[in-house]
Each structure stands twice: as C-alpha cells, then as structure tokens.
C-alpha cells in the first residue's frame, strides 16, 4: 500500500521560510517524478515543482515560485522536499506531495503579511 505523508508546513510572516517534506511507503523517489502542488482557498489545485530522473537529474518550478522555491531529494529514497524562501500571502495554501496517482493529505501554508 502506497502512502505520502507531507509534513512541515504551518503559519509564517511574509519574507519567512518553511521546509515541507514529503514520506513515501510503498513507493520510492528514485525511479519517479514527484510533484508537489498546492491549492488556496476558492482556487484550483496548481503544480507548484516538480523533479524527476535518477538522482533528480531535472526540476521544473512555476513562474510564480522560480528563484524561491527548491524541491529536491533526501538522502533516503523514500523523501522529497520543498524549500520554501521569500514566502509571500499569495503562497498560502494547502501543498500536496504527488507521485503517479498517489496524493498525500497536504500540509497547511500560511503566510501573513
């Protein structure tokens, strides 16, 4: 049974950081793209970054987070993460973990300004 769990989210001021990480069971990171997306409330959900290849050869980021987001692979297998930097109102939101067509339950982001 496959399971992502997506943790580290929370409240934070706008300019602020947060690192999410995502845990797989059943499944491992190294032989799939992973993407994580994120829906704001009355929004639809949108892929925020994503990686893939062995050893996480490429990414791709959306405009809207390019230059302050970073995902990239922990050194187990199983985990994936998203550095959050310059964290602004509009990055608040509920951020899912995504492999193949397995979600997570999402970790909540909130930025005040």
């Known amino acids: 049974q496959v399971q992502l769990v997506e943790s580290g989210g929370g409240l934070v001021q706008a300019g602020g950081s947060l690192r999410l990480a995502c845990v797989a069971s059943g499944i491992t990171f190294r032989r799939n793209s992973v993407d994580w997306y994120r829906q704001a409330p009355g929004k639809q959900r949108e892929l925020v970054a994503s990686?893939?290849?062995?050893?996480?050869?490429?990414?791709h980021y959306a405009d809207s987070v390019k230059g302050r987001f970073t995902i990239s692979r922990g050194s187990a297998e199983n985990t994936v993460y998203l550095q959050m930097n310059g964290l602004t109102p509009e990055d608040t939101g509920v951020y899912y973990c995504?492999?193949?067509?397995?979600w997570g339950r999402g970790t909540q982001v909130t930025v005040s300004s």
């Open positions: 995504n492999v193949e067509m397995y």
């Open positions: 990686l893939g290849g062995p050893s996480g050869v490429w990414t």
